[in-house]
């Protein structure tokens, strides 16, 4: 198989976008510990914010996210060639998706009351002030599809970096928000916050200045969607532009969602049992693991792959897109296995780096309890060790995409998510403590069973597209790894990493300092590794970013 080297273009395309992924997610990762000073991370108000939070994303992700992500950017491009350049196409495919979401969205926050029983296990004193959270926190399903629809369209037309960069506002918002929030309401800390005693200006602060941040993400999108000078105008009309393509693609991805975030539904569910257990646990003078911690753990360890995976993985698809188009199967063999490598040599060292450091990483998040912080510590490193598989499935799944192909992808789903519900359903009959712990568990065995289901489907499909090289890469890439972590690991014990009195626990300077210390030792030692296990991909990388700072100079 012919090895193809990935274009500049590409090179600088990924650069722009996981540059705006990564200033978005530093904020994010800003605002998720001001949310743990604001409200805590053991909290009981904590859980009931965190459930009503992640429903509105998993509710458009459910009904209409896969097709926005998945679907349209093929059928935009094969539009584009069009003489009008895909104009009435995607006026067209737009004013559906706006009137769609609109009709979802609605439904949605009227029936807030009758969801929040169904999708998770909070106990009836918990349930009203979710409910409260909910009426403000729904109507985010129009504005996540908005954003998703019109940055798929600018992707689609090459502008990839505004779809990046637009969380950035998001998070900005929030974060003025949860400042606010502290100085006017007040923190965990000194307030205690309960369902008893939270206050109508409180939600308005909290939930208002979330929901007002996913508007304003998808609002500055238009700036550069109107720069596209497609023409674009409402349109209700559904013949004659190639809607019928869309439609059959559409359908089983629409199914691979509903199967896929059924299952996750599955995991929230059991999630928030441990939430409902709090209060118990908290009498006998016990914090435990709840929902907010697997949250903010999914949050941590999936910034690898969003930054570094999506970036690429975004610019590979459309390649692999015209490549499919042109017949061109050996160029779609060489861009997956090209694609799987270099993204290897990120999310392999940024695994490990979470397993080591996810101490002091937690500090951040804990909102100044060492306990609480020991807790989400535990469950990062339960979900950090298969980082990498998250990635790699992302990306094979793309190959199906790529051509159109949503069936195969939904057979996967059906698979997997059986898998998955078996075992969410086996971490509810433990005990409220390790509910959390398992959960963890089971993502990580279902990232590992996502990547062996997606390569046999993948080689049925495909053939050979250089599996073995892919792993033989990947071996290198966890020696580097394992020698990067050991150099870690003595570096933290010796600044108090593993001792409850120690340096690295005693404030969040000193963890941000040993974070630091071990961060770049274990950077240096797993360059250094790299070069001597003959790991070409990493250029991949610096390239790129020596060229810009050469430029720079």
């Known amino acids: 198989m012919a090895e193809k080297n990935i274009a500049p273009s590409t090179a600088?395309?990924?650069?722009?976008?996981?540059?705006?992924?990564?200033?978005?997610?530093?904020?994010g990762l800003v605002r998720t510990a001001l949310l743990a000073i604001a409200i805590g991370n053991t909290g009981l108000v904590t859980d009931i914010f965190s459930s009503a939070n992640v429903l509105p994303n998993f509710i458009y992700l459910m009904v209409a996210g896969g097709v926005f992500n998945a679907v349209l950017v093929p059928q935009i491009i094969r539009a584009s060639k069009r003489p009008d350049r895909g104009s009435e196409y995607v006026s067209r495919i737009l004013t559906l998706c706006l009137l769609v979401l609109g009709c979802i969205a609605a439904?949605?926050?009227?029936?807030?009351?009758l969801i929040l029983p169904l999708v998770t296990a909070l106990n009836p004193a918990q349930l009203p002030l979710a409910t409260t959270f909910a009426y403000w926190l729904f109507p985010q399903i129009f504005f996540y599809g908005a954003y998703a629809v019109i940055g798929q369209i600018l992707n689609a037309n090459g502008r990839f970096g505004a779809y990046m960069w637009a969380p950035v506002v998001n998070n900005i918002v929030a974060i003025a928000g949860l400042l606010i929030f502290i100085t006017f309401i007040?923190?965990?800390?000194?307030?205690?916050f309960s369902p008893e005693t939270w206050t109508s200006q409180a939600t308005i602060l909290l939930a208002g200045s979330t929901t007002l941040g996913i508007v304003l993400q998808a609002v500055v999108l238009l700036i550069p969607l109107r720069?596209?000078?497609l023409g674009l105008r409402p349109s209700f009309g559904l013949r004659g532009v190639g809607l019928r393509q869309t439609g059959k693609v559409a359908k089983w991805t629409i199914l691979t969602m509903l199967i896929g975030n059924g299952a996750y539904?599955?995991?929230t569910k059991v999630a928030t049992i441990a939430s409902s257990a709090r209060p118990e646990y908290q009498a006998m003078g016990q914090e435990i693991a709840g929902h907010l911690n697997l949250e903010t753990a999914s949050m941590l360890y999936i910034i690898p792959h969003s930054v570094i995976t999506l970036s690429l993985a975004t610019v590979l698809?459309?390649?692999?897109?015209?490549?499919?188009?042109?017949?061109?199967?050996?160029?779609?063999?060489a861009t997956l296995s090209q694609g799987l490598r270099a993204i290897g040599v990120a999310t392999v060292f940024c695994s490990a780096v979470l397993i080591v450091l996810a101490g002091p990483i937690s500090i951040w998040f804990s909102g100044g309890s060492n306990v609480s912080a020991t807790l989400q510590a535990q469950v990062l490193v339960l979900l950090a060790c298969t980082a990498p598989f998250l990635s790699a499935t992302f990306l094979m799944n793309r190959a199906f995409y790529a051509n159109e192909d949503a069936k195969t992808p939904l057979i996967m789903q059906v698979i997997l998510s059986a898998f998955g519900v078996a075992l969410a359903l086996a971490a509810?009959?433990?005990?409220?403590?390790?509910?959390?712990?398992?959960?963890?568990?089971?993502?990580s065995l279902g990232n590992i069973a996502a990547v062996v289901v997606s390569h046999i489907f993948l080689t049925r499909r495909l053939g050979n597209y250089g599996a073995a090289?892919?792993?033989?890469?990947h071996v290198r890439l966890v020696v580097a790894a394992l020698g990067a972590a050991a150099v870690g690991s003595a570096a933290l014990r010796m600044m108090g990493g593993y001792a409850v009195d120690g340096f690295a626990w005693q404030s969040l300077g000193a963890a941000t300092v040993v974070m630091l210390v071990c961060g770049v030792l274990m950077a240096g030692t797993y360059y250094l590794m790299l070069r001597w296990l003959k790991v070409t991909e990493l250029d991949a990388f610096l390239k790129p970013v020596l060229a810009k700072i050469r430029r720079t100079a």
């Open 186 to 192: 007040g923190r965990e800390e000194t307030s205690s």
């Open 12 to 27: 600088r395309s990924s650069a722009v976008m996981a540059a705006g992924t990564l200033v978005s997610r530093v904020l």
């Open 317 to 333: 698809f459309n390649t692999m897109s015209h490549a499919y188009a042109e017949k061109d199967y050996d160029g779609v063999r």
């Open 107 to 113: 439904l949605a926050t009227l029936a807030a009351p």
């Open 469 to 473: 090289r892919v792993f033989d890469v």
């Open 227 to 229: 720069r596209l000078r």
């Open 428 to 443: 509810a009959s433990l005990p409220a403590d390790k509910i959390i712990f398992a959960l963890a568990v089971a993502y």
């Open 265 to 267: 539904l599955v995991y």
